[in-house]
Every structure is written in C-alpha cells, then in structure tokens.
C-alpha cells in the first residue's frame, strides 16, 4: 500500500526557476523523508523532517511538513539542469519500513 | 560513504527460471530491504530484514523469497520466474527507518 502520494505526477520547468512537488501521506508519522533517483539509479536519501518540525531547510531544498493535513512539501530553489530526477516522499510504515509514494518526475531545461 | 552493492545491474532471464539478485553494504547494518520499482506505481517492499536469519514479508511477497545468511548480505530469489516479474529491483540497508541507503539496482527482464 502507498502511504505517500506525490503530486504532481510530473514537472517540466526552465533553469532558475524553482520547483515544488507535493507528498500526502494517510497514517500518523514520526517523521517523513524525501529521495531522490537520477534516472536509472538507486535513491539517495536528501532530507528528513520529523513531525514536531515545521519547516527544515538543506542547501536549496526547503521541506515543509503540515501534519494536521498530513502533507509535506519540498520546494527547490534557483533549479539546475542537474536537478532533473525523480523525487519520492517516504514516512515509516511498521517496523523498520519506509512507504514510498509513486515519485514526482522533474524536469529541468537548460 | 555507505556502499550497498547489487550483484548485477542488468540481467535477462527465461520464463521458469530460478533467479538470485545478490546484495552486498559493508556498513553493518541491521536492517535490509528488497523493493521492486515499476513505472507509476513507485517503490513497492518485497521483504525486509532486521537481522541475521530474519525476514519479515513486505506487501508483495508472493513468488519471491528471501535469504539473510550474514548480516552484510541479503539475497532475493524469485523460485520461477514471470513476466510480470520484470522490473527494477532496488536494494537498501539502513541503521533505522531514518535514512535507507540503496543499491544502484538491477534491471530484471524476464522473457
């Protein structure tokens, strides 16, 4: 079962602008992460915001997590071509496992 | 850096056949996953270690096994395999629910 959705489904935006992609999740949580995968790679874990948080800041990555409407956003600021990958939410889901949303696609163009 | 290493990044098998993806993370972690990615529907868990000889079911076990002989590695087994087993399989290792490091992948076909 997805305990996180991402929306939107895919984003195509110009360099320099910023990007933001959205995660609902359906259970109560602790804390929530956010990966990212180039294409045809492993993820790689970028940030993880616990619930007592607000906001959480990381280089150009700002995570925002509401959890009244059990929902996170990340937004990415001042995008590089290299920014271009999928991103997934994820939030505990039982012991020792993390639930993954289906990812948001972004594109980023020169 | 932590190293989670699969076997092989591409691999072609036939219907039937017994197949083994190897997964190898020098950080002695104590918990392993096996998830499997599909285009729209994201990362699904297969199974789930937390310890040596432990195993724990994910929510799409059926036709897969799995086997954690030392705490390093952690293999999957599809018995015979499918078509519909055709995917990208993702390995990851992680201390605690906290941060999951994965594998590079395998891109399983199965024709």
């Known amino acids: 079962s997805q305990q996180g959705e991402e929306d939107p489904q895919a984003l195509s935006i110009q360099e320099g602008e910023n990007a933001t992609m959205n995660c609902s999740y359906k259970?109560?949580?602790?804390?929530l992460q956010w990966y990212r995968q180039n294409s045809g790679r492993g993820l790689v874990h970028l940030i993880l915001i616990r619930s007592n948080e607000r906001e959480k800041h990381s280089g150009r990555l700002r995570v925002t997590l509401d959890t009244s409407k059990k929902s996170s956003s990340l937004l990415i600021t001042a995008s590089r071509a290299a920014d271009t990958a999928s991103y997934f939410c994820?939030?505990?889901?039982?012991?020792?496992?993390?639930?993954f949303g289906a990812g948001t696609r972004l594109a980023v163009h020169p | 850096d932590v190293k989670v290493t699969q076997s092989s990044r591409y691999l072609v098998k036939r219907t039937g056949e017994k197949v083994f993806l190897e997964c190898v993370q020098d950080m002695d972690h104590e918990n392993m996953f096996w998830y499997r990615q599909d285009p729209g529907l994201g990362l699904r868990l297969i199974y789930f270690s937390y310890d040596v000889k432990m195993k724990e079911k994910g929510d799409i076990p059926e036709g897969y096994s799995v086997s954690r002989e030392k705490k390093e590695r952690f293999s999957l087994i599809l018995e015979s395999a499918s078509t519909n087993q055709t995917s990208m399989y993702l390995c990851?290792?992680?201390?605690?629910?906290?941060?999951?490091?994965f594998g590079s992948g395998t891109q399983l076909s199965v024709l």
């Open positions: 990851a290792s992680s201390p605690s629910q906290e941060k999951l490091f």
């Open positions: 994820a939030s505990p889901g039982g012991y020792n496992k993390l639930i």
């Open positions: 259970t109560s949580i602790n804390n």
